[in-house]
């Protein structure tokens, strides 16, 4: 596969080649795709030892036997229903949910019908479909994810308060008394149990108080300025010291954004390598930084909110957005076998397998049930398509594979395992790789 690399402003510039050993890149590189989405399909390579290629999409759509469609199939089983991404985040990503599936339809069709183009960037639904997301971490990862206990929150918003009525006047020459209000009162909403109506206040109710709130934190937040340590930080019931890393983070990266505001709401969660988190429609989150491979159903409706330059659409957002306290989404994998972890959250596009392989080590077969995607993380993997099976006559029945094509993969490359064939990976140097499946949960 020669997969698309998406160069959002809030990207790498090291990580892959640390990762991979990329060439290093002057710009960003924030996602690399791996799938059929029209968007931005991967490149597939029919022959190994030519340079005819086709996109993912196309080749789906000629030959959906390949997807698992039998006799031309469901409309889901036409295509490839998930997109898997390696992520890379050096900054903040916006504030953001997802829609269920009934909300992706009905948005979509709206959009359509009021002449919006599908490529315009002011749509929030570009497609019908749902995205759920799983992301696996692969090095020190740190996300904000749904409503935290609303105490927390709120001496964490009491803290913020007390700083800026110690900082005195605000830029414009007032006494700074209207931020610290506006800030003050977002306590008494979560005491009352009322998250939408803080991230309402925020983000529309008392939008231009809360941008100059976030602009003074921000000027207070800067490495240069010491009141943070002195009036927060260095006393009891001070500020959380999760909650200053992100808000130095988000204030470094979108200063004076009123969003700055919104992440002392939300959960922080981080995240060893390894371990994952699985976001369901309508769960508010913001990835802050690191490395990660990232899995969802083959879709791009995000309903955004703030720290972006791109499109956002506050009212659509808050009537997704699960305006509740939730648990932290983890997703802790099963171990089917050494060497394998599989995460399965209750989605029916995707499930997720990370697979190391020792140096020297007994072929490994894969999932047979429909496509998939096999990417390599480090060292190195074959990867085998068996052509053929022959049973032996021993009373185990053991099947011996033959006629096998053979591809190797290296960090950072990827293959796509057509439903028309059986895999298996063999030999490899201390081989990491991430396999993509369809899911097993109903809708």
């Not at 698309?4 to 690399?32: H, I, K, M, N």
């Not at 960090?411 to 201390?430: M, N």
Request: glycine content about 10%.
């Amino acid at each position: 596969m020669i997969n698309p690399v998406q160069d959002y402003a809030w990207g790498s510039t090291s990580a892959l080649t640390e990762l991979f050993g990329w060439p290093p890149s002057a710009e960003p590189r924030a996602e690399v795709w791996m799938g059929a989405h029209p968007t931005a399909p991967s490149q597939v390579v029919l022959d190994e030892d030519g340079p005819e290629t086709t996109s993912l999409d196309t080749l789906l759509a000629d030959r959906p036997e390949l997807a698992g469609a039998a006799d031309g199939g469901s409309a889901r089983a036409a295509g490839l229903p998930f997109l898997l991404k390696v992520l890379a985040a050096a900054r903040p990503l916006s504030i953001q949910t997802h829609p269920d599936a009934e909300r992706a339809r009905a948005g979509f069709a709206a959009e359509d019908a009021a002449g919006i183009p599908r490529t315009d960037r002011r749509r929030c639904y570009p497609d019908p479909s749902p995205k759920p997301e799983l992301l696996v971490a692969l090095d020190e990862f740190a996300a904000l994810s749904g409503f935290r206990d609303a105490d927390e929150a709120a001496e964490d918003l009491e803290a913020l308060v007390r700083l800026l009525r110690a900082d005195g006047a605000g830029a414009d020459g007032t006494d700074g008394s209207e931020d610290a209000e506006a800030v003050g009162s977002l306590a008494d909403l979560l005491a009352a149990g009322d998250h939408h109506g803080a991230l309402e206040e925020i983000l529309r109710g008392r939008r231009e108080e809360f941008v100059a709130a976030a602009e003074r934190i921000t000027r207070l937040l800067a490495p240069e300025a010491p009141a943070l340590r002195a009036d927060v930080l260095g006393r009891p019931g001070g500020l959380a010291t999760s909650t200053a890393d992100t808000l130095r983070r988000v204030a470094a990266a979108f200063p004076g954004d009123p969003g700055l505001l919104v992440t002392v709401l939300l959960q922080r969660v981080d995240l060893r390598p390894g371990e994952a988190l699985f976001l369901p429609a309508g769960n508010l989150h913001a990835y802050l930084h690191g490395v990660g491979v990232e899995i969802m159903a083959s879709s791009d409706n995000v309903l955004r909110g703030g720290l972006t330059g791109k499109h956002i659409d506050v009212d659509e957002l808050l009537s997704v957005t699960e305006a509740r306290r939730l648990p932290v989404p983890h997703c802790p994998p099963t171990t089917p076998a050494p060497g394998r972890r599989r995460y399965t959250p209750e989605c029916r596009d995707f499930a997720l397998e990370r697979i190391e392989l020792p140096e020297a080590g007994s072929p490994l077969a894969l999932a047979d049930e429909g496509p998939a995607v096999l990417l390599c993380t480090a060292g190195e993997l074959v990867v085998e398509r068996l052509a053929e099976e022959v049973r032996t006559g021993s009373a185990d029945g053991a099947v011996i594979p033959r006629g096998a094509a053979r591809l190797r993969l290296r960090p950072g490359q990827s293959a796509y395992l057509p439903a028309t064939a059986r895999h298996r990976l063999v030999g490899g140097d201390s081989g990491q790789a991430f396999l993509a499946t369809r899911g097993a949960v109903a809708a």
